[in-house]
């Protein structure tokens, strides 16, 4: 049943929202898979074809191939629902009734956003488990103990670009390691120089360099949910004694379908519950999984909770 308008009155500067992500950012960074009723599957090629000296004579021909892993995973459903009171219904505004429709699509933007970043912490705990060929290990550089410096971005492409990697990467850090990069002069003089189409770029909020080939994305803190100081809702400082894991990516080193996000709310009456409340909500269907070990890096370094001038 369709809810009747909420439009009472209007407040001159809308509703005061307590700081949240917006999310989605990490849109377009990985590879698209297939859809297979419900099953999301991704293609990886392995091996490679080496050329062989011909003697001169009639010899045999010495055949070669190249292998063909198919990385397959069930995709997961999720939902999230807000209730209303039938009653408050003629008694909101619409500065209130856009912030429920804001807040109940941010979590589905922010819940795309933490699939892909949960495969990258999988795969790099449990590594390629499905790949014929090596390596099957995500490296991590760092061991915590050290702030964040330039070396560190230019250590993990080196290494990325080593393996024969030629494609765009994406770093997410807590705006905190950002900020302190900046203070490196030769970090400070870049600009951002990928695509300019993909959501994190169209995006004011987000910080962004292009820094040896790498796009460093500064992301809220919710993101940084992995390590011993990983992010508690409603913190205010990290803690600086221990360490977070950040993940380095080639954008087809790691696969990501949602081929069902509903962001725009269904609201309707919830019959059967004392006073029919409105019921609203939203809904997503999709899957991330690893690919590429040799593309993936996972960095571990210092939480920090304050910024420093490099000596």
């Not at 892993?69 to 505004?93: F, G, K, P």
């Not at 009734?97 to 979590?107: G, H, I, L, T």
């Not at 987000?206 to 913190?235: E, M, N």
């Not at 996000?261 to 004392?274: D, I, L, P």
């Amino acid at each position: 049943m369709p809810v009747e308008s909420w439009f009472v009155e209007k407040w001159r500067d809308g509703v005061t929202q307590r700081l949240s992500s917006n999310g989605g950012y990490l849109d377009g960074t990985m590879v698209a898979g297939e859809n297979v009723a419900g099953t999301v599957k991704f293609a990886v090629s392995g091996g490679e074809i080496v050329m062989y000296k011909l003697s001169g004579a009639i010899e045999e021909v010495r055949p070669q191939g190249i292998s063909i892993d198919v990385v397959s995973l069930q995709a997961s459903d999720y939902t999230a629902e807000a209730t209303i009171r039938n009653q408050d219904v003629a008694r909101m505004s619409a500065p209130y009734q856009a912030e429920v429709a804001d807040a109940m699509a941010k979590s589905v933007r922010n819940k795309r956003d933490d699939l892909k970043l949960d495969a990258l912490n999988s795969f790099a705990t449990v590594g390629a488990t499905t790949l014929t060929d090596a390596p099957s290990a995500v490296v991590t550089i760092g061991d915590g103990s050290a702030r964040i410096d330039p070396l560190v971005a230019s250590n993990a492409v080196a290494q990325m670009r080593g393996a024969g990697g030629e494609e765009e990467c994406y770093w997410a850090i807590p705006y905190m390691w950002f900020d302190q990069l900046d203070w490196y002069q030769e970090f400070k003089n870049k600009d951002y120089q990928g695509d300019k189409d993909l959501p994190m770029a169209k995006s004011s909020l987000v910080r962004l360099k292009t820094w040896r080939s790498v796009h460093i994305i500064a992301l809220p803190d919710r993101y940084f949910r992995f390590g011993t100081a990983a992010y508690v809702k409603g913190q205010a400082n990290w803690d600086d004694t221990k360490y977070l894991d950040t993940f380095m990516w080639s954008k087809k080193a790691v696969g990501c379908e949602t081929f069902w996000s509903k962001e725009q709310m269904n609201m309707r009456e919830w019959v059967g519950k004392a006073g029919t409340p409105i019921l609203c909500d939203v809904a997503l269907s999709g899957a991330a999984v690893g690919l590429l070990p040799e593309a993936v890096k996972r960095i571990r370094m210092k939480a920090i909770k304050d910024i420093i001038r490099p000596a």
